[in-house]
């Protein structure tokens, strides 16, 4: 059930510290932390997603008093909640990266999903741009070289005279 992790902490530090996880989450798209914190921080992010997809001045008001930066609402609501419209929650996604090295502790990654895709999406394009700009290079190849044997069979080139071996 989510939100009754303790995470060993008081309450007012608890949700101090959430708050501004999920509003750095929100700005970048992705924070690395302990996979209880991912798990605390997915479950208020996608209330804070769900908030900007109904885009009304309670649910602003809302936003405002969990998230801590105003520029950060914006973005929620202005770009954030709009990708998202017709997803029905799931909107993060936690990658597990292995034990922290200090204390052994497992980590994770949580990522908002439609960056995840727009990044797939702009390394795919990427790609593809790079595969038709190494075929016209491929094409364009062939003819600089037929260009060069046709400069060749142009001028006649005199061929030297055979060195004698002189030998003693």
């Known amino acids: 059930m989510p939100g009754t992790r303790k995470l060993g902490r008081t309450t007012a530090n608890r949700m101090a510290m959430l708050r501004g996880m ?11 932390t302990t996979v209880t914190r991912a798990k605390e921080v ?24 969990f998230i801590t930066k105003s520029e950060v609402v914006k973005k929620l609501f ?14 993060t ?27 797939a999406a702009e390394k795919e394009a990427a790609a593809k741009k790079k595969s038709s700009k190494k075929k016209v290079e491929e094409v364009a190849a062939p003819v600089e070289e037929k260009t060069e044997e046709t400069a060749v069979e142009e001028t006649p080139v005199e061929e030297a005279p055979a060195e004698e071996n002189t030998e003693a």
């Open 93 to 119: 996604a936690i990658y597990k990266l292995g034990p922290r090295r200090g204390d052994g502790a497992e980590m994770a990654r949580i990522v908002l999903v439609a960056e995840m895709e727009k990044a």
């Open 22 to 32: 999920v509003t750095l989450l929100l700005e970048t798209g992705k924070v690395d």
């Open 42 to 65: 997915r479950c208020l992010a996608d209330k804070m997603i769900t908030l900007g997809k109904k885009n009304t001045l309670a649910s602003r008001r809302q936003a405002l008093a």
């Open 78 to 91: 202005d770009q954030i909640a709009p990708e998202n419209a017709n997803r029905n929650g799931g909107y």
